[in-house]
């Protein structure tokens, strides 16, 4: 689905990404991990379209999208989350979730004012699909909530249950669970794994909770100074040596202090 | 020799002016930086509150005038700053006490800040021309030259003259002083990090004991300080007239953006860019060319201008959109990103 | 954000050109300081007690809730997202209105000083977010945690050198260039430059990988052994239960569930429905 | 018509329907009552409300710059000076001999200018070489220059007291209306192209300077509109005074009515003039809200709210904020070629940011940004004050200074009175953003 | 009846320190006219005064509207510029058909103006004064010059007039370059004008406002040592700025000469203002020619008066002074002709404009000294 190849982006001279390779399988729920500052954020940020590249290319489908913008990819049908939910505060949540689709005919103004009738049509079915989504993310009861008033793990689905308005291809969640209670976590994997399963929506995932990973992610990639460092199941890679001393550590070691 | 001749045209028309010119704006985008920097609102107000303080600096030179109180050859003007910098300190304070606080109270989004900005502007104004009318004021009283064009040809033999008034040198110099020790201040003193960290992060300087309003009010007193200083060297060296405190708002703005906004290194570079590049642009460089290439013939009429002077404020504009589109946070890292 | 924010929605703040939202803060630096009153005999060190409260004019946030730390002692506050786990924190550190309850700290009622003041009298808080200076050295971060003190503050400086030595070697590079490990490092450290009587850390682990995060918990362990009390909120539920002497569970601005670390971890409902099983 | 839903819901239901009615008493008070604070002539309080108009469409296109999108556009005063040019260029006569003395030259010295960005721009997206870029750019101003000059200098010689510029089309005036609408458009074009996509927004200070930038070409270049000469004349979509005072019925109708022929004249016109100000209005007023609320709307309001996620959500921000900046721009352009036409006159000199740049903004806030009626009812009453200040300042500081004794200080108070007009303004936008921080009519 | 007359006059701006005079003097006529009791079977005659700013179009036409409209005057004595004049002619007075008489608009564009027989001005063209002071110049043995000028329509008009006139005399104009008004500093336009060089810089400006920063920067930098100034800079405030240091530099502005100005100025005296102010007497001739027209077509009705204004101004019949409109008054009420004079020997040739006499003067230990007339 998703191909980097040699990937470099420097700011000024320090390389964030150095060359970093991989692949994402169509399908897949790949997990991204590795220890602050190893440049995930950076590669995602790269692939989705908000920062150029030093150099280096992406495919996707064998289709190069180096350095297109985000609202093209997301025509294209790739979509991301943010790390700090990216909500439309002042609106309400259905209004969050209509405000998705592309190729609405009335965001075209001069139809707003010659088309009044196709638009009424369309918006009858926008809300319908959105109040599916509700149902389906089992916050049917908020529709008319202002989306600034969730709380966080709310904002959270209503992150996901955006990405679900439209048929996306690949979505990219940064940090879903930062921050997240660990319980309202685990609801969050079940909703991913749905998608994954009824939907066929591929996923890639940056996480620092082993839990989650371990549930969710099939190959998971660990990055460290801008490369990629291993990549393997999960399994195997919590028991991989550099990994473990990278990223993983081997637990407390003042013990006994513990009281 | 008539290198000599070039060189002297070209202090005399495009050196001296614009050094003095891009001092006073340095002194303008100081204030301007240091407000936005952390008071974070771009004050539209700067203009028309430093027409404010030069005002006040013109009523008590002419009290000073007729105790007959001078510095001669030192403009009268500079003994009348420190209590005009007290009284727009005053002013701006209660400024900020009646408008600015509610809305830092409040948290306001820094755009109301700049809403309220536009209203104070109106105000100050008003007042202003209720103080001093909107007539063209001079009161410079001191010795109008350092160097005038006469005493230079004889001194030199040249052809050319050269004329540096005491009050580009003194606007200079005083530009100069006030930038070091603002710089020691920020830079090394207890009050100066206080108030590079609260422009760093309001809540967490407050967490660490500093108290905020001490730094609102101390940025307060020292963009009062720099501009009834650039107010009054600008009003020294061209006129007084309280619209021209409004129109220089625009080169102002534009120097600290220039230089990267939020940053003190950057309003100084930016001022005196600005500057230079306004009058270079505008310069007919056609007696400069005479003297250093005289073989070549621009033949007549040409005057080897770039740009007509009815332009030159464009010039600021146009460096400002260039400087931006290679430099988006302006030539010195400014807070914008 | 504050309600105000309402007022012009998001229009033109995002204008480089005319505001500068970088740093912005959310605490109402001009409120004045009550008089400190008397503690109650028996009191914890720090304690706030049957605290109401919500921001500004809302609805309350708070409702009854108590939250306590004991000299030399590690207290965690666990709970759902939206709990009011952040918010009973800032409720102690005088960050909003209290309609009911009291904090008291060393035996001296300190319910009507204001934040800076808190600050005096010996308290020390790391934010969940926004913990640190970022075009400031990270010398000069420390520097201003020592802002309140007159004395030499060198001897301190080197010693949080010593505990951080990550820190150590960037003592002249920008804190905002630093890995978010390492800033969260430099925060503690600014803290401990206050010499505080009482350390308050709000999710100092978030986002922060697995080997970072034992290394922090380390060091946490290590300063409360050497008697100074730490006050946490932790998402990293079950590892900070491990090193909790006593542990609050808030749900709804209410104590659900109080005990020490181990109790706790041993309750099954509370491991299902907080713990994340 | 659309009604003023989103106030309503706001506050009370009442709030528009009373701000607008203590509005119209005070036109009427204005026409009807003679003291020192109104005028008691019908003709003043007209042609108060017909520049309110004019402000108020000017107000609604800052209103969707900045209202819809929080898009700070400070450069108002160059919008109403595009717009202010299209009654010049298009519904004054031709000027006698500006053509053979060098039109066409001049026609082709702008295509080259355009041709020559054109090409630079082509040259760098194809070869990314800079000196090739450069060479293009110098290239093509010199070849500008060659043809541009003497063809200034022919048409400024032309005739160069009464004329000395190119002259119009002779078009219907009502046309140029639209022309403005295009020119202002054309220039935000630019300016968006420019200021949008630099990295971070900094449309504020660039819109700053493009205003100043705009008016002085309008001052200094005197091929296009006579430079601060001014142009006069310019034609009238309605009937002049003297006619209808020479037209016998109407001077026997308007006896009927009891009014002098004179007066009766100057209404008249003013009352065609506010039709047709009222009409242009009330068409962009619906347009601007069929498409608020529709899906248009709500993305606007999505990118409002959080572009970063708009961006994500497939909306092309920048494009959206260009359309929106155009589309403001435009309204400005209409309402400066009307105001041209309302004055009968093209006075470069007298655009001041102050008076057509942050009155306007005043304006906005305090009618309520966001909301279209809020920008009308803003627009209306703070023209009203601006003018009525003249009068009521000096009366309010009489007032003061009464008791004062008589002296230096005194006279220079009263001397300064017509200061007071800003001090007012000033006040009363620091009064509303205090007790009415979101305007006196409310977004929802 | 009671007639009123508007005053238009640019009492803020540029020129704010000649208009009051200029009020004075248009004042005076009407009050003894009023006295007179004998116009129009005694009606009396009353001033509204309005600011036209000289500068602000706008302004200028608004004021002219609110005096028309709402004070219902029957004929306006102004504008004072040029600019200004023009636009109120053209979109206030030509639309309601009032006459319009200005004592000191002096633009060549006001000539062959399209007024509708409305307009009328007790000042000369500059196209006469931009020939005076060509040949002034020229007198005074200098042979290039550079120009600066004001701007605006009187500025361009006189600048023009001048190189003509001048370049037409074998002198040569190395540069002819405008200034706006209100700068803080004109070092660049100095800048500009020294670089082309030239033995004089003449500064068709304004003298309260950038024709004396002009002077100033140029003193300053040492470009230029000697000025000519035109009536827009010949003003009591060149003395107070400059004092000696433009010792040698000269100009000229019209004014007339004879018994009917030293009549004038004293009765000036009399009434308390400065008659030797600019434009003083042109103001007390411009109200004084309105009203006897009024007189001679019996009617205030600008309609009607406008076809008679030049009747009284030029013969045949008995010359008219100063102080001695209620004898024309008489005169013409019996029937019989008048040649109005007034203070300025007014003498009215194409389109209804003064023909002109101008005083040459030159500056001499810092004072302004009147050196003759032409
Ligand atoms: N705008 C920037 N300017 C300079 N350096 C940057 C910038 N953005 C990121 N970096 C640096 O690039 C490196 C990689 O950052 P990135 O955010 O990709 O890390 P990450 O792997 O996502 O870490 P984390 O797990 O903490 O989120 C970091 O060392 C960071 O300091
Ligand atoms: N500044 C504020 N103004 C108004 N309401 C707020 C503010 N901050 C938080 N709240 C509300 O207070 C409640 C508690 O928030 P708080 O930040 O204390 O939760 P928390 O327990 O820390 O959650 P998390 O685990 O997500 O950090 C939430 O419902 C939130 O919406
Ligand atoms: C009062 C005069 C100096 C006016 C000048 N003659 C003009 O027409 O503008
Ligand atoms: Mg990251
Ligand atoms: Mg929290």
């Given amino acids: 689905m998703i191909r980097v190849e040699d990937l470099h982006r420097h ?209 998971v990639i660990v990055m460290a100074e801008g490369k990629v460092l291993a990549q393997g199941s999960a399994r195997d890679i919590m028991q991989n040596e550099a990994v473990i001393e990278a990223y993983l550590g081997t637990g407390l070691k003042n013990k006994d202090m513990v009281g | 020799m008539d290198i000599l001749n070039g060189l002297v045209v070209f202090l005399n028309f495009v050196f001296i002016p614009a050094a003095a010119y891009g001092a006073q704006l340095a002194l303008g985008a100081l204030g301007v930086t240091l407000i936005y920097g952390i008071l974070r609102f771009s004050n539209f107000a700067h203009g028309d509150t430093m027409a404010f303080g030069t005002a006040i600096v013109i009523l008590l030179t002419w009290g000073l005038q007729a105790l007959g109180i001078s510095i001669q050859p030192l403009p009268t003007a500079l003994l009348a700053l420190v209590p005009a910098i007290a009284l727009t300190a005053l002013l701006v304070l209660a400024t900020d006490r009646l408008v600015y606080r509610f809305y830092r109270r409040q948290k306001a989004a820094p755009i109301i800040l700049v809403m309220a900005s536009v209203g104070v502007m109106f105000v100050m104004n008003g007042l202003t021309r209720l103080l001093i009318g909107v007539n063209e004021q001079r009161f410079d009283d001191g010795a109008r030259f350092i160097i005038d064009v006469r005493t230079f040809r004889e001194m030199t033999g040249l052809t050319e003259g050269l004329a540096l008034r005491s009050t580009q040198g003194l606007t200079v110099i005083l530009a100069f002083i006030t930038m070091i020790a603002l710089f020691w201040f920020l830079n090394r003193t207890r009050s100066g990090k206080a108030m590079r960290a609260y422009s760093d992060n309001e809540d967490l300087a407050l967490l660490s004991g500093i108290d905020p309003e001490r730094v609102v009010r101390l940025t307060w007193i020292i963009a009062a300080g720099l501009m009834v200083m650039a107010g009054t060297l600008y009003g020294l060296d061209k006129a007084f007239r309280p619209f021209n405190y409004f129109q220089i708002l625009l080169p102002i703005f534009a120097a600290a953006i220039v230089g990267g906004l939020g940053n003190p290194m950057g309003a100084i570079a930016g001022g005196f860019l600005v500057a230079f590049s306004e009058v270079a642009v505008t310069y007919p460089w056609v007696r400069v060319v005479g003297y250093v290439a005289p073989w070549y013939d621009p033949g007549p009429g040409n005057l080897m201008q770039l740009l007509g002077t009815e332009y030159k404020f464009a010039v600021s504009f146009v460096i400002l959109i260039v400087v931006l589109l290679f430099r988006p946070t302006g030539l010195f890292r400014g807070k914008s990103v | 954000m504050s309600d105000q924010d309402a007022v012009f929605g998001n229009r033109g703040n995002r204008d480089w050109s005319v505001v500068n939202t970088n740093g912005r803060g959310s605490i109402d630096g001009t409120r004045r300081s009550g008089p400190v009153g008397e503690g109650r005999a028996g009191d914890p060190f720090l304690i706030g007690e049957a605290m109401t409260g919500g921001y500004g004019s809302g609805p309350d946030i708070l409702h009854d809730c108590t939250i306590a730390v004991e000299q030399g002692q590690i207290a965690v506050i666990v709970g759902p997202n939206g709990a009011g786990k952040s918010t009973a924190m800032k409720a102690i550190f005088g960050m909003l209105h209290l309609r009911q309850g009291s904090v008291r700290l060393n035996g001296q009622d300190i319910t009507a000083l204001n934040p800076q003041d808190r600050v005096k009298a010996g308290m020390g808080f790391v934010p969940q977010v926004n913990n640190i200076f970022p075009s400031m050295t990270v010398e000069e971060n420390l520097e201003m945690g020592a802002y309140i003190r007159r004395d030499d503050f060198k001897a301190t400086m080197e ?24 800033r969260q490092q430099v925060a503690v450290g600014r803290a401990l430059m206050t010499q505080p009587k009482v350390l308050m850390l709000d999710e100092p682990t978030a986002g922060v990988s697995p080997i970072v995060m034992d290394e922090l918990f380390d060091r946490i362990i290590a300063i409360a052994r050497g008697g100074l009390p730490v006050l946490m909120v932790e998402q990293n539920a079950r590892q900070a239960m491990m090193i909790a002497d006593k542990a609050y569970v808030l749900v709804q601005g209410a104590n659900a569930h109080t005990g020490t670390g181990k109790e706790l971890m041993q309750n099954d409902e509370v491991r299902r429905t907080f713990l994340g099983g | 018509m659309a009604t003023n839903r989103q106030a309503a819901t706001a506050h009370s239901r009442w709030r528009a329907p009373i701000f607008f009615a203590i509005l119209a008493v005070l036109f009427v008070l204005e026409g009807t009552v003679r003291n020192s604070m109104f005028s008691g002539s019908w003709n003043t309080s007209l042609a108060i409300l017909n520049m309110g108009l004019i402000s108020a469409i000017t107000a609604l296109g800052v209103n969707m710059q900045w209202g819809y999108a929080g898009l700070f556009n400070v450069g108002v005063v160059g919008f109403l000076a595009m717009g202010a040019l299209a009654p010049v260029l298009i519904s004054l006569p031709p000027v006698e001999g500006a053509w053979e003395a060098g039109i066409p030259r001049l026609a082709l010295a702008l295509l080259v200018g355009l041709g020559t960005l054109a090409m630079a721009r082509l040259a760098w997206g194809r070869t990314r070489s800079g000196i090739l870029t450069l060479a293009v750019l110098i290239g093509g101003f010199l070849a500008y220059r060659w043809l541009f000059d003497p063809a200034v200098t022919a048409i400024e010689a032309n005739n160069p007291a009464r004329q000395g510029n190119i002259g119009g089309l002779g078009l219907p005036v009502l046309l140029s209306w639209v022309v403005g609408g295009v020119f202002a458009a054309a220039a935000a074009w630019a300016i968006g192209k420019v200021a949008l996509g630099l990295r971070s927004d900094y449309l504020a200070i660039a819109t700053l300077g493009i205003g100043e930038i705009i008016v002085a070409v309008l001052r200094n270049e005197e091929w296009l509109a006579r430079g601060v000469m001014n142009i006069t004349s310019i034609p009238r979509p309605v009937a002049y005074e003297i006619e209808l005072q020479r037209n016998l019925d109407f001077v026997e109708a308007a006896s009927r009515w009891g009014f002098g022929a004179a007066e009766a004249s100057g209404i008249w016109v003013k009352l065609s003039y506010m039709s047709l100000f009222l009409v242009v209005l009330l068409v962009i007023i619906l347009l601007a809200e069929l498409a608020l609320k529709s899906p248009w709307g709500r993305m606007m309001r999505a990118i409002r709210d959080n572009e970063t996620a708009a961006e994500a959500m497939g909306k092309d921000v920048t494009r959206r904020h260009l359309q929106v900046f155009i589309l403001g721009s435009a309204v400005i352009g209409v309402a400066g070629a009307m105001m041209v036409t309302l004055d009968g006159l093209l006075a470069p000199t007298s ?25 009308v009812l803003g627009s209306v009453t703070i023209w009203f004050l601006w003018i009525k200040a003249e009068v009521w300042g000096p009366a309010l500081i009489a007032a003061m200074t009464s008791p004062m004794a008589d002296g230096p200080i005194k006279a220079h108070l009263l001397d300064s009175s017509p200061h007071m007009r800003f001090i007012a303004m000033g006040a009363v936008l620091l009064l509303v953003l205090r007790f009415a921080p979101r305007g006196l009519l409310p977004e929802k | 009846e009671d007639i009123k007359l508007g005053i238009s006059l640019g009492f803020t701006g540029p020129l704010e320190s000649m208009a009051p005079a200029m009020q004075q003097g248009a004042e005076m006529a009407m009050r003894e006219i009023s006295e007179s009791g004998l116009l129009l079977d005694g009606s009396t005659v009353t001033a509204v005064t309005g600011d036209s700013t000289c500068i602000d179009a706008a302004a200028a036409t608004a004021t002219v ?32 058909g009032i006459v319009m008489i200005s004592p000191s608009a002096t633009s060549p564009a006001l000539t062959d103006i399209e007024d509708d027989g409305l307009f009328f001005r007790t000042a000369p063209s500059d196209a006469r004064q931009g020939e005076v002071m060509a040949e002034i110049v020229q007198e005074r043995g200098i042979n290039s010059v550079a120009v600066t ?33 209100g700068k803080a500093d004109y070092s660049a336009e100095v800048a500009a004008l020294a670089a082309a060089g030239g033995e004089a810089l003449v500064v068709v400006g304004y003298v309260d406002q950038g024709g004396s920063g002009v002077v100033r920067a140029a003193l300053d930098t040492g470009a230029f040592e000697t000025f000519v100034f035109p009536d827009g800079m010949v003003g009591a405030a060149l003395e107070t700025n400059f004092g000696t240091e433009i010792d040698g530099s000269f100009g000229q502005n019209p004014a007339g000469e004879g018994e009917g100005r030293d009549t004038f100025l004293s009765m000036a005296e009399e009434a308390g203002f400065d008659g030797s102010g600019a434009f003083s007497g042109e103001a007390y001739d411009a109200a004084a020619l309105m009203l006897l027209a009024m007189a001679k077509a019996g009617s205030s009705d600008p309609a009607v008066y406008k076809d008679h204004v030049m009747d009284v101004a030029n013969g045949p019949g008995e010359e008219i002074l100063p102080g001695q409109l209620a004898r024309a008054l008489e005169i013409i009420n019996e029937g019989g002709d008048v040649d109005y ?34």
């Fill in chain 1, 11 to 219: 700011f000024g001279g320090f390389r964030a990404v150095d060359g970093a390779s991989l692949t994402i399988e169509t399908g897949s729920i790949t997990g991204l991990i590795g220890p602050n500052g190893a440049g995930k954020s950076t590669l995602f940020n790269v692939i989705a379209g908000v920062l150029p590249p030093t150099s280096g290319r992406v495919f996707m489908d064998g289709e190069d999208i180096t350095g297109l913008p985000p609202h093209e990819l997301f025509h294209k049908g790739l979509l991301r989350t943010f790390q700090l939910a990216h909500e439309f505060s002042s609106m309400t949540v259905r209004e969050n979730l209509m405000m998705v689709p592309g190729a609405q005919s009335g965001e075209t103004i001069w139809k707003t004012w010659f088309q009044r009738g196709r638009i009424e049509r369309e918006e009858a079915e926008l809300r319908r699909k959105a109040d599916e989504v509700l149902d389906f993310l089992t916050i049917r009861h908020l529709t008319h909530e202002k989306a600034g008033n969730l709380s966080g793990g709310q904002k959270k689905l209503l992150e996901l249950g955006r990405t679900m308005m439209v048929d996306a291809k690949i979505v990219f969640l940064d940090e879903v669970g930062a921050g997240v209670n660990r319980t309202l976590l685990m609801t969050i994997a079940d909703a991913i794994i749905r998608l994954n399963r009824e939907r066929g929506y591929t996923f890639c995932v940056i996480e620092h909770d082993m839990d989650f990973i371990g549930k969710l992610c099939d190959p």
């Fill in chain 3, 159 to 182: 010693q949080v050198y010593e505990l951080f030595p990550a820190v150590a070697a960037k003592r002249r590079q920008a804190a905002g260039e630093l890995s978010g490990g390492q």
């Fill in chain 4, 351 to 375: 655009y001041n940011p102050l008076r057509y740049t942050f009155l306007i903004w005043v304006m906005v806030i305090v009618g309520g940004s966001g909301n279209n009626w809020g920008a």
């Fill in chain 5, 65 to 96: 509207e609110r005096l028309i409209a709402s004070e219902n005057v029957r004929g306006i004595i102004g504008g004072m510029c040029s600019g200004e004049t023009i636009a109120s002619l053209e979109n206030v007075a030509k639309a309601n």
């Fill in chain 5, 149 to 181: 000028y004001t701007n605006n329509d009187y500025g361009k008009g006189l600048a023009d007039a001048f190189a003509a006139s001048f370049g037409e005399r074998g002198g040569s104009v190395t540069v002819n370059a405008a200034h706006d008004d």
């Fill in chain 5, 341 to 374: 004079q007034g203070a300025t020997a007014v003498e009215l040739v194409g389109p209804g404009e003064s023909a002109g006499t101008f005083r040459e003067i030159q500056f001499t230990d810092g004072k302004i000294e009147v050196v003759g007339y032409r």
